[in-house]
Structure formats: structure tokens, C-alpha cells
């Protein structure tokens, strides 16, 4: 299913008010849904050693899965500041929380 960093990220990003939900795919891949309440999903799942996220328009990101649960919640919150507001005005306030922290910039109304 998911490794204990993945778990570890889930329970860091429960703690700062980030939902996860857990989905099981038609073809047996579990994913978890970090909804980002933005323009663009983000599902994570884990695949030979990697966990990958999956945004909208086809756009994916991977890491490593031994990387400790706050390397992979600092990925998450990239994939969600770069990728998922997709120059849109909004989001998620626990989202944009966690991303202040990690001196990560929010991309709102940039369309590129």
C-alpha cells in the first residue's frame, strides 16, 4: 500500500488541517487524494521505490520513497504551490499555511 514516510507525510499534512483521502484504482493502485482544493488535483501513489504525484494535464512528479515524511511534504507542498493553482486565485488556507512555513511561494493569478 504506502510505505511508513508516505504514512509519516499523511500524518504531517493531517496536522496542519490538509485532508487525505484514501482511493483504491480500478487496476488494484491505492492513491491518496491530498486535496488541494485548487484548479488541479494532486494524487499520490507509490510505484517501484517512488512516490509519484499525479496533477492535472498529465503533469507528474517523483521522489524517492526512503525520503523522511517532511522531504516528501515539502514535494507535496511544491507540487501544489507550482503545479495544481494553475494561475488560478484560489486554494487551500491549510495548503497555503504549510507552504508560509516552508518558505514556499504560492503562485496565485500567474497564469504561465
Not at 483504491?24 to 509519484?52: C, I, M, N, Y
Not at 507535496?76 to 516552508?102: K, M, N, P, T, V
Request: glycine fraction near 8%.
Amino acid at each position: 500500500m504506502f510505505s511508513a514516510n508516505v504514512f509519516g507525510m499523511f500524518a504531517h499534512l493531517v496536522a496542519y488541517g490538509i485532508e487525505v483521502s484514501l482511493h483504491q484504482r480500478p487496476d488494484g493502485v491505492f492513491l491518496a487524494d491530498l486535496h488541494t482544493q485548487a484548479k488541479s488535483h494532486l494524487h499520490l501513489s507509490e510505484k517501484d521505490g517512488k512516490v509519484v504525484f499525479d496533477m492535472r494535464y498529465g503533469k507528474q512528479r517523483e521522489i524517492s520513497a526512503d525520503e523522511e515524511p517532511v522531504a516528501l511534504a515539502y514535494e507535496a507542498a511544491a507540487c501544489y504551490a507550482y503545479e495544481c493553482i494553475c494561475g488560478r486565485g484560489f486554494g487551500s488556507d491549510a495548503w497555503d499555511q504549510l507552504c508560509e512555513e516552508l518558505d514556499i511561494t504560492v503562485c496565485y493569478g500567474h497564469l504561465q
